[in-house]
């Protein structure tokens, strides 16, 4: 009888080791250039729905919270720049949050007094399949729109943006 139960504790020994040793090993996740693109580009947007999530808990609304965003970014930019650097300093942002998958931005109208462009917003997709956020696409865009009119503001320019084609496309113009 002892002899039995020390075959059968040598297998169970024997067979939770194979399990074990059979698991595969962690390893580092191996991504092209686009796949990290696109996952910062996630990582951006949630760190700022995050930052606005804590703000609204203390009673800021989504103007507030992009105006003072707006107030803490400004001072990154070349207050010399003025129409020309905001100009180029928001087709360069857009530009680097677009994903890869979405169409080009597209320049409607370009005088030396206006500069008027669109550009796809992937931030709806964020605010839909993310429910658990709490936060609307109306209001993650009231952010960006408070960011950049206080950024516009210090630069000396002013800034309207507007949402078209059913949430897909930002319109954003810039005028001395």
């Not at 947007?45 to 105006?67: C, D, L, P, R, V």
């Not at 680097?96 to 320049?107: L, V």
């Amino acid at each position: 009888m002892k002899t039995k139960q020390i075959i059968f504790a040598a297998l169970i020994f024997i067979f939770s080791v194979s399990l074990i040793s059979a698991q595969d090993k962690i390893t580092v996740t191996k991504l092209t250039d686009t796949q990290k693109h696109q996952r910062v580009i996630w990582q951006l947007n949630h760190t700022a729905i995050i930052g606005f999530k804590y703000a609204k808990s203390q009673g800021m609304t989504a103007k507030e919270y992009g105006e003072y965003f707006g107030e803490f970014s400004k001072l990154t930019w070349d207050k010399d720049g003025g129409f020309d650097g905001f100009v180029k300093g928001l087709l360069l942002n857009w530009e680097t949050w677009r994903a890869s998958s979405s169409k080009a931005i597209q320049i409607i109208k370009q005088t030396d007094d206006i500069f008027k462009f669109k550009t796809p917003s992937n931030l709806k997709k964020i605010t839909e399949s993310n429910a658990y956020i709490g936060i609307d696409y109306e209001e993650l865009m009231t952010i960006y729109d408070g960011l950049f009119k206080t950024i516009a503001n210090y630069l000396g320019v002013k800034y309207e943006q507007k949402i078209i084609e059913d949430g897909n496309w930002l319109e954003i113009t810039i005028t001395k």
